[in-house]
Structure formats: C-alpha cells, structure tokens
C-alpha cells in the first residue's frame, strides 16, 4: 500500500487560509467516508483534527475543515494562527482493511 | 482522562526482537480497538496494526506481517506489540493509539512513543 500524497510544505500568514491535499487511489481515499487528519508538533506525538472526511473531535477548533472529492481528501485551515505551524498527515481506511497515511506536510505560519 | 505509556524500546541488533508494552488508563480498555504506528526519525506515520477490542481480530501492514504480532491483556489494560526478525528499517518511534468510538476507527489520542533503534 504505497503512501498518500500531500505537498511537502504549505505556507500562509497569520489570518490567511490555507489548503492540504490528500491524493489517493479508488482504494483507500476515494472507496469510502473514513479520512482523517492529524497534526503534530515538533517532538510530539499526533492529535486528531479531523475524522470521517469532515467530522471535528470535540476540543478540536472550528477552524479546522474537511472535505473530499473522488480521490483527494482536503483539510483547510481558516484564520491561520502560530500555533498551527505543525506537520499535518492525512489517512485513509482501505478496502482491505488496513489504514495508510499520507506523506505529510509542514505548515508555516510567516 | 486517557493516558497511554509506551515502553520497552532500545537499541536491538538486525535479527532480534523486542517487546513494546503499551499501559492504557481513564478509559474502559476492552471497549476499544488499539493501534500501533510507527515514524521513523524524520520520516512520516506509518500504521502497523490493529486490534480489536476483544483481542479476537488483528490487522496488519506487509512490511511487518509475519514477523510482528499485536496482543493485548484487557485484565491488565496492557496492549503489546511483539516484533521479531527485526531490520534497521524496522527503527523508529512506535506509538499507541486508542481507536475512536466508531467504526472503522480514527486514533485518538496518542501516547508519547518508545524509540526502537535496530542496530550492530
């Protein structure tokens, strides 16, 4: 199961919004509902942002958004703070059962 | 309030093996699918297996299949990852997750890890 594809680096300033692409295959992104997203700090172990394409954690700020199209899921980030500057990776249940993660992508905050 | 507490990591030479402990607290153990995810040192998450909340059913990724196995001892809240026939690229930091509420399951939250580092 080869990994899901994010772009390396994203960059916003502070307020600005920003997007993350989630491309996989008619077998994990695009064979169902089941995308989340997890961010993580320098050092620190993943938080759940997002799960079920769209669906926020309780705690989690509305800020945070998700969506998918076909194969590509997306998470936006609106009203980009400082505190968002993290590594973000997407996954995906598959059709066989397992679960596969993207490549992950570092966010700046300029 | 959810805590999990990786342990058993170290430095193992290519062949060995190894077994991680996971100790769950705050939450009804048995209930809920666990995982376990790997990240190599400055690499990206890569899920190893999961699961079931009863023990009966595990999952896991072909870079590990046949030479790792999940278990877990709900009398004790303990989750486990035996690895054997380990390979350098088997080193990094491996951390536990307690599955969500629903199904198929999202991995929340996250303990800190234990580092595994497979050298000679």
């Known amino acids: 199961q080869s990994a899901l594809t994010q772009p390396a680096s994203v960059s916003g300033s502070p307020g600005q919004s920003i997007t993350i692409s989630c491309t996989g295959t008619?077998?994990?992104?695009?064979?169902?509902?089941?995308v989340s997203w997890y961010q993580q700090h320098p050092g620190k172990a993943p938080k759940l942002m997002i799960y079920?394409?769209?669906n926020r954690p309780s705690g989690v700020s509305n800020r945070f958004s998700g969506s998918k199209s076909g194969n590509t899921a997306s998470l936006t980030i609106s009203g980009l703070q400082a505190e968002d500057e993290a590594d973000y990776f997407c996954?995906?249940?598959?059709?066989?059962?397992?679960?596969?993660f993207g490549t992950g992508t570092k966010v700046t905050v300029l | 309030e959810v805590q999990l507490l990786e342990s058993g990591g170290g430095l193992v030479q290519p062949g060995g093996s190894l077994r991680l402990s996971c100790a769950a607290s705050?939450?009804?153990?048995?209930?809920?699918?666990m995982t376990w995810v790997r990240q190599a040192p400055g690499k990206g998450l890569e899920w190893v297996s999961t699961?079931?909340?009863?023990?009966?059913?595990?999952y896991y990724a072909d870079s590990v299949k046949d030479r790792f196995s999940i278990s877990r001892d709900n009398s004790k809240n303990t989750l486990y990852l035996q690895m054997n026939s380990l390979r350098a690229e088997d080193t990094a930091v491996y951390f536990c997750?307690?599955?969500?509420?629903?199904?198929?399951?999202?991995?929340?939250?996250w303990g800190q890890g234990t580092l595994v580092i497979v050298s000679s």
């Open positions: 997750a307690k599955g969500t509420d629903y199904y198929p399951p999202s991995f929340d939250p």
């Open positions: 705050g939450f009804i153990f048995h209930s809920y699918a």
């Open positions: 699961i079931s909340g009863g023990g009966g059913t595990t």
């Open positions: 008619s077998s994990d992104v695009g064979n169902n509902k089941y």
């Open positions: 079920d394409v769209s």
């Open positions: 996954s995906s249940y598959t059709s066989i059962s397992t679960y596969v």
